[in-house]
């Protein structure tokens, strides 16, 4: 299964806030790509961009698959979730007063996931087992870390292509900031999930992608084509490494 997802020229925005502007990024099948970028510089935009959230005003989004390529602008969120373009949101988005479990089914409404139900649940249990244990616990009570390992559990009962994820380390204490990374970096090694990761924490970023991109104001300010040229950029030693 080949996938490749190409963003060329993408600009967005809120009425007459400007939040992109001439956005272009490509991830290729396999690859774990990071968007980095701090507060308010359009990462959640983007993201929101490819899942059909926000309507770009211009530029293209294609999602080839085997071959077939796709426009996204234009697709509703529901039928990008059913190419396997699943995200995980900022902020978890949970259902609180809902099971672990009744959280993770609800992730599972691709229809084509709908049928794989049962063993993409027993994937999110291998994967997370604290999750199983803590099946019937109310997901509202559940520790921030926690809350994050059911979002990507949730997502990940789509049996996502691409897992777009969104600043997973909000809001996480330090180490389960690195639990968190590192479990999203294990579903790339082990099963070679493509994944798209804002993300602001630069140092935990560099752990687990192989290149990435920086947003500035709306605009990529900085791609780079492995990890040694992210860490050795003027820009991004500025910007994270305070330097
Ligand atoms: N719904 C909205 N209405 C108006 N402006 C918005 C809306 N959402 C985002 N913006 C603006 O668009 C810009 C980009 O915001 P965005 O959420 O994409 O940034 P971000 O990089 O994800 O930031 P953060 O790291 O804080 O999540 C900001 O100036 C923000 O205020
Ligand atoms: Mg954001």
Redesign the pocket.
């Given at each position: 299964m080949a996938l490749e997802l190409k963003v060329e020229g993408v600009s967005a925005g809120y009425g007459a806030v400007r939040a992109l502007e001439g956005v272009s990024i490509h991830v290729k099948q396999g690859e774990t790509v990071a968007l980095l970028g701090t507060?308010?510089n359009g990462?959640?935009?983007l993201?929101k961009c490819l899942t059909g959230l926000v309507r770009p005003s211009a530029g293209k989004i294609t999602l080839t698959l085997d071959g077939v390529s796709h426009d996204l602008i234009g697709k509703g969120p529901q039928e990008i979730v059913d190419m396997g373009v699943v995200m995980v949101a900022?902020g978890r988005r949970l259902f609180p007063k809902l099971t672990v479990e009744e959280n993770l089914q609800l992730g599972a409404y691709r229809p084509a996931a709908r049928m794989e139900r049962e063993k993409n649940l027993e994937f999110c249990y291998e994967t997370f087992p604290v999750l199983r244990e803590r099946r019937r616990q109310l997901a509202g009570s559940m520790s921030g870390g926690q809350q994050q390992m059911v979002a990507i559990a949730r997502a990940l009962m789509s049996a996502p292509k691409l897992l777009l994820v969104?600043?997973p380390s909000?809001g996480l204490s330090p180490l389960l900031v690195s639990q968190t990374i590192e479990k999203i970096g294990e579903l790339n090694r082990k099963f070679g999930l493509t994944v798209l990761m804002?993300e602001q924490n630069f140092h935990q970023t560099i752990k687990i992608a192989h290149r990435g991109y920086v947003l500035v104001h709306g605009e990529i300010a900085f791609e780079s084509k492995d990890i040694a040229e992210l860490e050795n950029n003027e820009m991004v030693k500025n910007l994270y490494l305070g330097a």
């Open positions: 507060n308010g990462k959640s935009t993201m900022e969104d600043e909000v804002a």
